[in-house]
Structure formats: structure tokens, C-alpha cells
């Protein structure tokens, strides 16, 4: 079975973004492994005219055993480069030289760690100059060692070099969607947003580069709304809660991304679409109920500097909900090409961890108290934010006994 072994701690189950405001493939390959669990799943392929193959795992899941012991945790410190609190996955990228990136956007900084934890650099501060942040939002490491953190306040991409000094400001061709952005080899990938108002919003997968710019996935979304939250005072703009967006996750040459409501994984080499995962796991109908099970006491939101509860009520009335659960919530991609998805937990249960082999095969699926590898760094180490006892967000790397061909290059 799998088990999270503590050091430093005990394991906390992943953080999840869901509500926050804001393969080369064929058959098994003998040099990289075949199943690593035991029992066998009904798997078909086919190539369409596209010559884009579709991998179908059919059956249920099996147990794919793994330990899992902490190595270091960061963060949570009352000063200081870990004196962040609170992260998204959005906040936190490896650089192509294997270092830790951490935007605290609370405190307008970027702090960089070595693979050992020990503090490197720290850039940034408030403000509107160059090298200074107004409303940063997502980090990345970028090509020849310059790193990359996207300003709302200012609509551009804050960039420093590898020494720490400020660099010229870049403009994304398209409205940046807040989720993330990474280099990849040739350019940038970042996640776009579409239209607002009156007319569906599309959220787009894009990648950007000296060739122009190309999408690369694209979902088309419910209206947003115009919400004010009475509680705490502010006013958004936001889609009914479960609306399908990308997901998405590259290792830099390999990328996968999820663009609707169903269990189907596209995964492009390069620009060039070569392969879609899927498994016969449907979308759950959202219910009230369910959907207030979800949301637990309300959603947590920082408004001008302090910390607001908007109840649950209120978020329901305000955005409604869409009619199904989309049946994944996280991808991710390890430097090797494996697969990592992650499944939304419903009536009750928590979500599940679904590991597919760099050939595209299903390995099996993780037990569920495995953490979920928002990042993986080069030694196969996977990198996830957690929730200490605090509420706190923590930056934790783990270790696993699974095979490298599954975690590391």
C-alpha cells in the first residue's frame, strides 16, 4: 500500500486550488518498465487521422505501491526568505538549473532556494519601478537563467537576470489568466483568458515565442458574472463555481493539459499534439449539497491586507454552479514525460492520484494520503504546497521508492 513516511513532520493532505479567487506512446517499453502494480487494466489505441494517438484505459483502478518521506519543509517563519504564508502552485516553478523559485506575493518578493533548501537570492520589492511589484501573481524561471514574475498591477512580466539585476518588462500577446506560466524550449507557455461580459469566456493554453504565438488548447466556458460579496466588501468578476478551465503542466519539452469536464488528457511534444489519455470515469452531476460540501464554511479572500470569510451562502446566491464536477482537478508532468493526474474527490471521499508511465500506460493509482507534485525537481523529488496545523502554506519535498522513470529525468 502507499504510505507517506514523516520527517520533520507529520504528512498533510495537498492544498487544492479548485476554489481559490483567483507521451510518446505506444506499447510498454522494456528499458523504461512496464506496470508497476500488480493486476492488469483493458487498454486500447488508436491513431486518428491526425496521426494523434488515443490511449483508453479501461477497467478500475489498481493499487500502484509507493512510500513517500518528507525531505524538507519551507516556510512559515515569522521573518525572513520563509516567511511566506500563503501559495498557489502559480507561485512556485523550478528553474531550468534546478533551483526553487517562491513568489511570496504578500510581501512583493521572490526567494530563491538550492535543491538543498539553503537560500540563494531574494529579488524584488513593492512598488512601480523596474524590479518592483504592484500585484504579482505567477512565477517562472526563464531561458538563460533570467526569471519571470507577471504583474496584474502592471500587466507585464517583471524580469531580472541571473545576477538579480532588473531587465526591460515584457507584454504576453494575450490577457494573462493568473494560473501559471513556464518556459519551454522555444518560448513561453502560459494560460490565457478570452472574452468577459455577455458572451462565453475561453480560457486557452498558449505558447508564445520568436515563431509567434500558437494555442495550444482551449476550453469554452459559462458567462462569468458580475458578484459583489456583501461580507467583505468587494466586487469580482467570476464564472459559476465548477467551471471547467485548462489545466495544464510541462517539464519544458513535454506538456499536458486538460481543457473540459471529462477524464482526457492531451499531451503535446513540442507544439505538435501526439497522444490523448483517457479513462471511462464520467463527470459527477453538482447538487447543492454537493457543492456545499465542497465549499466547507466559505471561501478565504485578502482584501486590501487582511484576511475575509465570505460563508457559503453568500458564494452560492452569488455565482451559482455548473452542472457537472469536472472529474480532474491537477496534471502534472515529471522531467522524465510520466503523467501525474490528480481526480476531484466526491461524495465525501478525497481525491486521487492516477500515475500514467512516460509510453503513456497506466501505472495505477496512489492511495489517498500520496501528495500531489505541484513541481518535480531534476533528482526526482516531488515539490507540493501543504497546509501545516496553522492554515500556513508550506513548500514540502518529498522523496519516493517509485521507479526514476516515473519522478526524474
Request: net charge neutral; with cysteine.
Amino acid at each position: 500500500m502507499s504510505r507517506t513516511l514523516p520527517r520533520g513532520g507529520e504528512h498533510r493532505r495537498p492544498w487544492r486550488p479548485v476554489l481559490h479567487l483567483f507521451v510518446a506512446v505506444g506499447s510498454c517499453i522494456t528499458l523504461l518498465g512496464c506496470s508497476a502494480a500488480s493486476g492488469a487494466s483493458i487498454r486500447s489505441t488508436s491513431t486518428d487521422s491526425a496521426s494523434v494517438r488515443v490511449i483508453r484505459e479501461a477497467g478500475k483502478d489498481r493499487i500502484l505501491e509507493a512510500e513517500f518521506s518528507r525531505d524538507l519543509v519551507l516556510g512559515g517563519k515569522a521573518e525572513g526568505p520563509e516567511s511566506f504564508y500563503r501559495l498557489r502552485p502559480a507561485q512556485l516553478a523550478v528553474s531550468p538549473d534546478g533551483r526553487l523559485i517562491v513568489l511570496d506575493g504578500d510581501n512583493h518578493r521572490v526567494h530563491v532556494f538550492d535543491p538543498s533548501g539553503a537560500h540563494v537570492a531574494s529579488l524584488g520589492r513593492a512598488g512601480q519601478g523596474p524590479g518592483e511589484f504592484v500585484y504579482p501573481a505567477a512565477v517562472a524561471g526563464l531561458a538563460e537563467g533570467q526569471l519571470g514574475v507577471f504583474d496584474f498591477g502592471k500587466g507585464q512580466v517583471v524580469r531580472f537576470a541571473p545576477d538579480g539585476v532588473a531587465l526591460p518588462q515584457t507584454s504576453l500577446p494575450l490577457p494573462f489568466d493568473g494560473a501559471g506560466m513556464t518556459h519551454v524550449s522555444g518560448g513561453l507557455l502560459f494560460g490565457a483568458r478570452g472574452a468577459r461580459g455577455g458572451v462565453p469566456a475561453v480560457r486557452r493554453l498558449v505558447h508564445t515565442g520568436v515563431g509567434g504565438t500558437v494555442s495550444l488548447a482551449s476550453v469554452e466556458t459559462a458567462p462569468p458574472r458580475h458578484v459583489r460579496y456583501e461580507s467583505c466588501g468587494v466586487s469580482l468578476t467570476q464564472p459559476p463555481l465548477f467551471t471547467p478551465e485548462i489545466l495544464w503542466s510541462s517539464n519544458g519539452s513535454r506538456t499536458a493539459a486538460v481543457s473540459g469536464d471529462g477524464y482526457s488528457v492531451q499531451v503535446f511534444d513540442g507544439l505538435k499534439l501526439v497522444a490523448e489519455i483517457r479513462r471511462e470515469i464520467v463527470a459527477t452531476e453538482v447538487t447543492e449539497k454537493l457543492a456545499r460540501r465542497r465549499l466547507g464554511e466559505g471561501q478565504w479572500m485578502n482584501v486590501g491586507g487582511r484576511e475575509c470569510l465570505i460563508p457559503t451562502d453568500e458564494i452560492l446566491r452569488a455565482r451559482g454552479f455548473a452542472p457537472r464536477l469536472p472529474v480532474l482537478e491537477g496534471v502534472s508532468v515529471s522531467p522524465s514525460g510520466a503523467i501525474w493526474v490528480r481526480r476531484a474527490g466526491v461524495g465525501g471521499q478525497p481525491s486521487q492520484i492516477d500515475v500514467f508511465s512516460p509510453s503513456g500506460e497506466y501505472q495505477g493509482t496512489l492511495e489517498p494520503d500520496a501528495p500531489f507534485p505541484h513541481r518535480f525537481l531534476g533528482d526526482g523529488r516531488l515539490v507540493t504546497i501543504e497546509k501545516d496545523e496553522l492554515d500556513v502554506d508550506r513548500v514540502v519535498l518529498y522523496t519516493s521508492d517509485l521507479p526514476p522513470y516515473l519522478t526524474s529525468q
